[in-house]
């Protein structure tokens, strides 16, 4: 399933892809699917497809769905933890600061 408008290298990451898929037992389809997704988005981070311009930071969400700062709680999470260690100053901190005082970050 390779594409005109991929590299020479995205066409050897997509053939990688797939191969890797493949010794792991994934079929011959599902192997090509997750290598042209895989290869897709990576273009797409790195700012190679067509109206994508390369995103400035990383992305808030991680795999998972875990939360990139605060290791996933809230705010009010992290203060009701910092209360019950009775952290002081904890009201006027922010969600870094607290999860810095909480030593999570």
């Known amino acids: 399933m390779p594409q005109q408008a991929w590299s020479d290298k995205r066409e050897r990451q997509y053939k990688d892809i ?4 493949r010794d792991r037992g994934r079929s ?8 042209a997704r895989t290869v897709n988005k990576t ?3 790195h700012g190679e497809t067509k109206g994508s311009g390369k995103k400035s930071g990383g992305s808030t969400q991680r795999r ?3 939360q990139a700062q ?9 203060y009701d933890e910092a209360k019950r260690r ?3 100053g904890r009201s006027k901190m922010n969600k870094q600061e607290l999860a810095n ?5």
């Open 18 to 21: 797939k191969k890797s898929e």
């Open 28 to 35: 011959a389809e599902r192997s090509e699917e997750i290598a």
């Open 43 to 45: 273009r797409a981070q």
């Open 64 to 66: 998972g769905g875990q």
């Open 70 to 78: 605060g290791s996933g709680k809230t705010r009010d999470q992290l």
């Open 86 to 88: 009775n952290i002081d």
């Open 101 to 105: 005082a909480l030593g999570r970050s």
